[in-house]
């Protein structure tokens, strides 16, 4: 273990030189900054494999994106409403954990947790946990699965600062997308402007050479209409990874120009160190008496023993119709046996 651990780290190390190696100079032709570009942005990705990260996220919605959300009956009528949670989003050998201790926004306003919002895959199972959905419930419902997608991570502070959505654009680029342009020039000392056009929307960004060409800002449009805008206010590398100290995500009405949410995370701790990453915090127990359910399938389960048994399930990596799959392959084998044995038999000289 701690030798996959001193590899892990190594790995997370040279993929943070690399980045560094890459982000030295920006190509004049557009096609090769655009390969340097996505090339230098997954490797900050690939980076991102083993770390812990405490980061406040406050989340603000005007009235009239709550209404969008919760229908015309939500409460505190003609009131914008803000919550600030505490996050924790952890990486460790394909283990995920994402936290949240609230308060959370519903259609009432921010509503106090009594137990925090969490996921986290351990390298089998999947489990979610939302303390507001369970809150006024006699019995605690958890999620489970065997898929580490279904659980869905809150705002991050790269998503905050758009480089998460940067990525996938050059990608889709990469891959060959039709109808797009793209350009990239220096704007002034140590920035660079990227415009991606395809026509009805249109992205213009600001990235940062001191910082490896991060995004510094990044407006989108529709047919003409400020949609949304990344802010990224600092950057900082001091534990290996590149990350937004400080940013913000805010969605626009393409009618009247106004902020409609806003998501802006504020980091407090990074650390790639393996001992701040225990692999107990991926491990999330579900306590006695507790319902689960099922992320895939949306059964819900109750009884106490088949909660037991479905768990059992999960952790033997098997589901239900992958185990009547292996036991009638197995039938299949045996049969396709014994006809042969029989056959065998069947052709088999008589001894005179």
Excluded at 19 to 28: H, I, S
Excluded at 118 to 142: E, H, I, M, R
Excluded at 180 to 207: M, P, W
């Amino acid at each position: 273990m701690a030798r996959a651990t001193t590899s892990m780290a190594l790995a997370v190390v040279l993929m943070f030189c690399r980045a560094v190696a890459l982000a030295e100079e920006l190509p004049p032709d557009s096609a090769a900054a655009l390969a340097m570009l996505h090339e230098l942005y997954e490797a900050r990705e690939q980076s991102r494999q083993q770390f812990r990260c405490v980061y406040d996220l406050e989340e603000h919605q005007t009235f009239a994106a709550r209404r969008a959300i919760y229908g015309p009956d939500v409460v505190l009528r003609g009131r914008d409403v803000t919550s600030t949670t505490k996050c924790i989003l952890a990486r460790k050998n394909g283990k995920l954990l994402t936290s949240s201790d609230g308060p959370a926004l519903g259609p009432d306003g921010p509503i106090k947790l009594p137990k925090p919002i969490l996921g986290a895959y351990d390298g089998t199972v999947a489990v979610v946990f939302d303390g507001a959905a369970t809150q006024n419930t006699s019995q605690p419902l958890y999620g489970v699965s065997s898929d580490p997608a279904q659980v869905k991570l809150f705002t991050t502070p790269w998503e905050a600062s758009g480089e998460t959505d940067l990525l996938k654009a050059f990608s889709n680029l990469m891959a060959g997308q039709k109808g797009v342009s793209f350009r990239a020039e220096h704007d002034r000392a140590n920035q660079v402007k990227l415009t991606i056009d395809g026509g009805a929307t249109h992205l213009v960004a600001i990235l940062s050479v001191d910082h490896q060409f991060a995004p510094k800002s990044i407006d989108t449009y529709f047919d003409g209409a400020l949609t949304s805008t990344y802010r990224a206010e600092n950057y900082s590398d001091s534990s290996g990874l590149l990350v937004p100290t400080r940013a913000t995500y805010q969605t626009y009405d393409a009618n009247s120009g106004q902020v409609r949410t806003r998501f802006r995370t504020t980091v407090r701790e990074l650390s790639i160190d393996a001992s701040a990453i225990p692999d107990e915090m991926f491990h999330v127990p579900i306590p006695e008496g507790a319902a689960i359910f099922d992320l895939a399938t949306g059964d819900v389960v109750r009884d106490p023993i088949l909660v037991a048994r479905h768990l059992r399930r999960l952790t033997d990596g098997l589901t239900t119709d992958s185990r009547f799959w292996i036991v009638g392959v197995n039938c299949l084998i045996i049969c396709l046996v014994a006809a042969y044995v029989g056959w065998r038999l069947w052709t088999r000289p008589s001894s005179q």
